[in-house]
């Protein structure tokens, strides 16, 4: 790996880089996923690739390739330098690196067991044991569970004289239970939808999430919300579990408080942001109970990793801090431009795609309240659980979400099910109206942010736990 | 090794047909599985994109996936790489068996596809597969002028590819197909406004960037100074990339056989019934010279025009061999890649098209809105076909059957088969749009459509 890298480097420099990075990649992957007690799904996925970066004429080119020989890091190389000189032909500002020390690093993902390791016929025990027991009633028309784990080895090697690798371990899994009658079709997953939870780390993950032993209460309540009321329509007050404050945060805090998004970078795709630098440290976000950081070195987080794709050590910084909104996610070319210095979030889907500002781990400072105590101190309103749907806008103002279960609350307890929750919301307003934050925290994973053009796909997190939100429009989407 | 040198500016598909031969039948004799299936795709794409009227970054990649899936009685493993050398073969083969050995019986497990006389689709136009970035930022150049000069600030992206498919399996099938795809995307904004374009073709000499970019930026200047007008139910002219939005979800939601045998798509148990307006036909069909239709699936079966909804009525969907066998019939060509979690899945949706160019549309309509496109469209309910999402960079208040200015983005919620039953006029002309994170095209036309529910709306 560090030879091509070398090669890469050495030949861009000849081609007239005035800076150049090269990443060579070894990523593998497994997929297994059970349906109804039986495999659908067997898949091992393993690539190795270089990918080459380079300014020439303060213009960005960069080409990858999937041979990984010498002669390939040579022709990427070249034909980075040649597609950046066509770039630098319509380059009204050239650009500029924020400094870096070159780091000299190694960085392994801690994991307690391997999942790698762990024999195939147990994963597929546990799956299809969790199948089985979700299997508790009639209207159950699927039962699915699954486990995915990733692994990439990164070689990152920069003409500054960076040279750092990587072991980066990602694990996780869930089950869903789907249930249906002759009107309606209802879910419910474990521990989170869309695949379930996912860390970086080991097999200890699946181990601790006991997926069978949950199977059953996610099946029952399916089949439930066939038949519980609809979510109301009207202004509420809202408690999201935690799993659900994590996408919140994703989607309306850490996307914004990207700077090339602010910077116009992803206006044709992906968006811009409210968040523009007129605001930054004089915003009022959020009230006084919101502090979010981001923090690459948080423990087991999706985003959590020695360096990033640039070769800038990992960081944790604030992003807001009691409501006010006080730092971007940036990257060597975007901080400058501010006057500011990279806090190391750009990551590239593989070696085939360019780093991107990726959130690292989005984390909500806990509060100290117990989620029951919550509920009990709100007296009537709406909890709502595990995301279903979610939308917001290309500046990442205007939100709906939709949850796969809600509860009414009803004399400070928990009451009936409801089913079909959504609720909207405009972001600022939204972040000011939450006035209290439980304890229990997760660092939950998000495995499939996308971003980019070629659309690149991330695993990020979001450290979150529940989180009270005074008078919110909820029901939006179903009636007149 | 091979095909992992594709010269820029030459013209070729990825991997020739021989080679794609080659490779697969060296993946296939080094399996010692009962029955064996290597697919191989592989795509050089380069992509130029632009923000702030400059070029801001720049790539070019050539990736491959070679996927084999081993069976053994009725167990079956399936191992992938990136990797096209020899070992990668080897031990791709090997891993595929091991993982199948390990694998419990699937009784529902289909036979491999029988070998078939697979059509020819004229995908490939090697001007695209030859494009070079000088060519690239030659084209986008004058874009990024004009929108400076505006005093705009235009962002996109024009890419170019080269793709080939390509399918085996030790019972005697090889398929192979090659085919290119382009595309011109940009957004123009301005201080309180903004307008797009989007154009998928597979010779990227039709995109008629200059054209398209001129289109953004007009709708930029026209919709300066949003009025902002309540959420409510608007007669709505959707534009055909703002229909195809809505269009894919029935993808989605239900238009496969698997969904649909698990009783979770729209369709299920409502096959001969009538779910939407009479107006409305829509077929998959890969044929179509419109879209980007391949002539076989993931499992190397050739694909079949499928008639999914006839003047309203729910006709049929699409299958894999898996869901053809549960169902008694034979599969239609649509098999997903393996392992191809979410079943069969139509590729090419074509919507049929109306009589009335959009100048008509519009000036059918005494108050109503326009949206350019939609953004962020997530399902809220699936069985229902209800789904969320908000307009985006072009939306427009129709007065009087003329644009009147433009207005502030609105959030939506809607039934797509509502949405198209209640469609009062289409348009005579379609546009393909191919959605890269589905793999799929539909091809739609612009559609007038009355009542259509804005729940909200936001602050641009």
């Known amino acids: ?480 | 090794m091979s095909g992992a040198t594709t010269a820029l500016g030459v013209g070729r598909p990825p991997i020739a047909r021989d080679e794609a031969k080659g490779l697969l039948g060296e993946a296939l004799a080094m399996s010692a599985a009962d029955a064996t299936l290597a697919v191989l795709e592989s795509r050089d794409e380069s992509l130029t994109r632009f923000a702030n009227n400059e070029i801001h970054q720049n790539v070019t990649g050539l990736r491959h996936t070679l996927t084999v899936q081993a069976i053994v009685g009725r167990r079956s493993g399936i191992a992938s790489t990136s990797r096209l050398d020899s070992s990668a073969l080897r031990q791709v083969a090997d891993r595929a068996l091991a993982l199948a050995r390990l694998s419990p019986e699937d009784d529902a497990l289909p036979e491999p596809a029988p070998p078939a006389e697979t059509p020819e689709i004229a995908g490939f136009v090697p001007a695209t597969a030859a494009c070079t970035p000088e060519e690239r930022a030659d084209a986008v150049g004058p874009v990024l002028d004009q929108a400076a000069a505006h005093g705009m600030n235009a962002a996109g992206a024009l890419s170019t590819s080269a793709a080939t498919l390509a399918v085996a399996s030790t019972g005697g099938v090889f398929a192979w197909h090659a085919d290119t795809y382009a595309r011109f995307t940009c957004t123009v904004r301005g201080a309180d406004s903004s307008g797009w374009c989007d154009r998928h073709r597979r010779d990227w000499r039709a995109l008629d960037v200059a054209a398209l970019g001129a289109t953004a930026l007009e709708k930029a200047e026209r919709s300066r100074a949003p009025a902002e007008v309540p959420p409510g139910r608007y007669t709505v002219v959707l534009e055909a990339a703002a229909a195809a939005e809505l269009v894919a979800f029935l993808a989605l939601l239900g238009l496969g056989a698997q969904s649909e045998q698990e009783g979770r798509s729209f369709l299920s148990g409502k096959i001969g019934e009538r779910i939407t307006g009479e107006s409305v036909d829509l077929v998959d069909d890969a044929f179509d010279p419109r879209g980007f239709g391949r002539p076989f699936d993931y499992e190397g079966t050739p694909r079949r025009r499928v008639a999914l909804i006839e003047r309203g009525i729910a006709r049929g969907v699409v299958h894999d061999r898996r869901t053809a066998r549960k169902a008694g019939v034979a599969s239609t060509g649509h098999a997903t890649p393996p392992p191809a979690v979410e079943g069969p899945l139509p590729f090419d949706l074509v919507l049929a098209t109306g009589d009335q160019g959009l100048d008509q549309i519009i000036a059918g309509v005494e108050r109503g809105i326009l949206v350019t496109r939609f953004w962020y469209n997530r399902v809220v309910d699936a069985r229902r076909t209800i789904v969320t999402g908000m307009t985006r960079d072009g939306t427009f208040l129709i007065e009087g059957g003329r644009l009147a200015g433009g207005v502030r983005n609105l959030r939506f919620n809607e039934s797509v088969l509502d949405v198209l039953a209640r469609a009062e006029a289409i348009g005579r002309d379609a546009e393909p749009t191919y959605f890269d994170y589905l793999g799929n095209t539909v091809v739609v036309p612009a559609l007038r459509v009355r009542d259509f529910h804005f729940t909200g709306v936001t602050r641009f």
């Open chain 1, 1 to 480: 790996m560090r030879e091509l890298a070398e090669r890469a480097l050495n030949v861009a420099q000849l081609a007239g880089a005035a800076y150049a990075d090269a990443r060579v990649i070894e990523s593998r992957e497994q997929f297994v996923e059970v349906k109804n007690q039986r495999p659908t799904a067997l898949k091992e996925s393993s690539g190795l690739g270089l990918g080459v970066r380079v300014l020439v004429d303060g213009a960005w080119g960069f080409a990858a390739s999937a041979a990984a020989d010498p002669a390939e890091a040579e022709r990427c190389a070249r034909l980075a330098c040649r597609i950046a000189a066509a770039s630098a032909r319509f380059r009204r500002v050239p650009i500029t690196l924020s400094a870096l020390a070159p780091a000299t690093g190694r960085y392994e993902t801690p994991a307690a067991r391997d999942p790698f390791t762990v024999p195939l016929a147990d994963k597929i025990d546990l799956l299809i044991r969790t199948s089985a027991a979700c299997r508790v009633d009639p209207a159950i028309a699927v039962a699915q569970a699954q486990v995915h784990c990733w692994e990439e080895r990164k070689h990152f090697a920069s003409t500054e004289g960076a040279r750092i690798e990587q072991r980066i371990v990602h694990t996780g899994g869930g089950l869903c239970a789907y249930a249906r009658d002759a009107n309606d079709l209802q879910w419910r997953s474990y521990p989170n939808s869309f695949g379930g939870h996912f860390e970086a780390g080991g097999w200890e993950l699946v181990e601790r999430l006991d997926l069978p032993g949950h199977a059953a209460e996610a099946a029952h309540t399916a089949v439930a919300l066939l038949s519980a009321p609809q979510c109301p329509a009207g202004e509420f007050d809202v408690i999201l579990d935690g799993s659900q404050v994590s996408l919140q945060i994703h989607e309306s805090c850490g996307h914004p408080a990207e700077l090339d998004r602010v910077l116009g970078h992803e206006a044709n795709f992906a968006g811009t942001s409210f968040l523009t630098p007129e605001h930054l440290g004089t915003l009022r976000y959020g009230s006084e109970a919101v502090n979010l950081v981001a923090d690459a070195t948080a423990p087991r987080g999706l985003g959590t990793f020695g360096f990033d794709d640039e070769g800038v050590p990992a960081q944790k910084v604030d992003l807001v801090r009691a409501g006010r909104f006080v730092g971007y996610l940036t990257s060597r070319e975007t901080a400058p431009l501010i006057g500011l210095a990279s806090n190391g979030t750009m990551r590239a889907e593989s070696f085939g795609h360019i780093p991107l500002i990726r959130m690292t781990n989005i984390n909500l400072e806990p509060g100290v309240w117990t989620l029951n105590d919550l509920i009990a101190d709100t007296g009537e309103g709406i909890l709502m659980a595990t995301n279903r749907s979610w939308s917001i806008d290309d500046r990442r103002y205007n939100f709906q979400f939709g949850t796969e279960a809600g509860w009414e609350i009803k004399g400070g307890k928990r009451g009936r099910l409801l089913k079909n929750c959504t609720y909207t919301g405009i972001t600022p307003e939204f972040w000011n109206r939450c006035d209290a934050v439980a304890d229990d925290w997760e660092i939950w994973g998000t495995p499939n942010c996308g971003k980019g053009q070629p659309s690149q796909s991330m695993r990020t997190a979001q450290g979150a736990a529940s989180a009270r939100f005074r008078g919110i429009t909820v029901g939006v989407g179903y009636g007149a």
